[in-house]
């Protein structure tokens, strides 16, 4: 006795060839509470419109939980030069001046 497994498209329901499907997580959809997967065809994930040159932005209110939000790189600049930016701190490690106070 054997066992046969086949994937199928969750947009579809069509039968997927193993060796060309693709798999789509999708993250950070306000109507989701949770990351979610999906199998579709090549064609299927061809045919979604994609958005090129956004910018993930992490808003910190001071006090309150942070947010995630997508802006694109022409709407930052507007705010923020591309100069601000290329000369502000990174993430990781110390801000530039800070100096832990010695007791």
Partial sequence: MGLVSRRISDVSGEELNELTYVNI?????????EAKQ???SEAEAK???????????EIR?????????FATE???AKVV?????ERADGVRGRRK????TQD
């Fill in 74 to 76: 022409a709407e930052l």
């Fill in 25 to 33: 997580v999708v993250k950070g959809h306000s109507k989701l509470g």
């Fill in 81 to 85: 030069p591309i100069e601000v930016l």
């Fill in 61 to 69: 209110p001071s006090g309150q939980a942070a947010r995630t939000v």
């Fill in 97 to 100: 001046g800070y100096r832990p």
């Fill in 47 to 57: 045919s979604i419109k994609l958005v090129s040159g956004l910018v993930e932005l």
């Fill in 38 to 40: 999906i199998d579709v």
